[in-house]
Every structure is written in structure tokens, then in C-alpha cells.
């Protein structure tokens, strides 16, 4: 699946997309270092996921302007420590969802994620 990282650090990106991969095969197709231009670039690439780094306070908001240029993402967001990680969906009714995580491992997140993909 189409997924672009967006200021995420490379070894926590790498990690996500290993823990993620028993779920389901995911295809990075662009690294974004900055968030600049980001509703351009995520409107060019259509991803399927967005794996974005951002602080506690910015989880929300982050995940919310993505969703804006991209409703049909899922979106994963992330503290740069790797203590909290967010993950944001829609159902096929189209209503919006999330998951918070804290001290997460990664079979917690890949089992957040195939909860994520199962209720589609």
C-alpha cells in the first residue's frame, strides 16, 4: 500500500513499517522532511498511510489537516521518542476513528492496525 513518511525519524519510520508488515505490505513511496508543501505533496502521491512524526500536543491537529487533503489515509502519527503514537481511520460509514497508544510495542501496533484495517 502506497504510504508516505512525513518528519518522521528514519530508524522509528523503518521500525513502523517492520511492525506493520504483518498486516499488510506497505510500499514507501516518498519521504518528507519537512512539512512544507504537505497538502500538495499528500494530493500528487495518494497514499493509502501516512507514518507522521509530531509531538503529543501536535497528534491531533496534525492527523486533522492530513485528513483534509487526504480523507481516505489512515494516519499514523507519532512522538519522535516513540512513547505515544496515534493512529486515525474511517469506516466505510465514514465515521472517523482513532487509537491511542502509549509504551507501545510492536505487536501492539500492528494489532492496532489490523483492528484499523478489519473494521474497513
Same mark, same amino acid.
Do not use: K, N, Q
Given at each position: 500500500?502506497?504510504?508516505? +513518511?512525513?518528519?518522521? !525519524? ?22 518528507? !522532511? ?8 499528500? /494530493?500528487?502521491?495518494? !497514499? ?11 497528534? *491531533? ?11 481516505? /489515509?489512515?494516519?499514523? +502519527?507519532?512522538?519522535? *521518542? ?13 465515521? !472517523? ?7 507501545? /510495542? ?15
Amino acid at each position: 500500500m502506497r504510504t508516505v +513518511v512525513v518528519t518522521l !525519524p528514519t530508524l522509528l519510520a523503518d521500525f513502523v513499517v517492520d511492525a506493520l508488515d504483518a498486516v499488510v505490505s506497505l510500499d514507501v513511496v516518498a519521504v518528507l !522532511p519537512s512539512r512544507d508543501d504537505l497538502s500538495a505533496s499528500l /494530493s500528487r502521491l495518494a !497514499p493509502w498511510l501516512v507514518l507522521a512524526g509530531g509531538t503529543d500536543r501536535e497528534h *491531533d491537529e496534525l492527523a486533522a489537516s492530513i485528513r483534509a487533503t487526504s480523507p481516505s /489515509s489512515h494516519v499514523l +502519527v507519532l512522538d519522535p *521518542d516513540a512513547r505515544r503514537a496515534t493512529l486515525y481511520w474511517t469506516t466505510a460509514a465514514g465515521a !472517523p476513528v482513532l487509537r491511542a497508544m502509549e509504551d507501545f /510495542s510492536a505487536v501492539e501496533l500492528a494489532d492496532a492496525f489490523r483492528a484499523a484495517c478489519a473494521r474497513l
